[in-house]
């Protein structure tokens, strides 16, 4: 089963930029789709963006235009790069992996994906 660990995270100002990253061992990152799932306080944990084992790449309304996830075949790691943050993207980012497709724009899809990361804070400040 594949471990998951996430690093990357912090503060960052208003508008600011950051790069997760997150390291896969005892798996292939090419043999399940990967994902970045976050979840804010009080509120229900969502997705972000997902790369599926064959390539297809999904992501939220909220990400759109701003994130871009990327897989690494060869370091065996799975990116989230996040620019013009907004105080809404202040939350605790998950690294997730699943052996079939991962579609994080349903409400409550996070449900369903086996394989998680600790996670790693993400705060934008003013």
């Known amino acids: 089963r594949p471990i998951l660990v996430e690093t990357g995270g912090g503060s960052v100002r208003l508008g600011g930029s950051l790069k997760l990253s997150c390291e896969v061992s005892g798996a292939a990152v090419s043999d399940y789709s990967l994902g970045w799932w976050r979840q804010a306080p009080g509120k229900e944990r969502e997705g972000v963006a997902s790369?599926?084992?064959?390539?297809?790449?999904r992501y939220h309304d909220s990400a759109k235009g701003r994130f871009t996830i990327s897989r690494d075949n060869i370091q065996n790691t799975v990116s989230l790069e996040m620019n013009n943050l907004k105080p809404e993207d202040t939350a605790i980012y998950y690294c997730a992996a699943d052996e079939g497709l991962m579609v994080p724009t349903y409400e409550g899809s996070w449900r369903s994906v086996p394989y998680w990361g600790q996670g790693t804070q993400v705060t934008i400040t003013p």
């Open positions: 790369i599926d084992f064959d390539g297809q790449i």
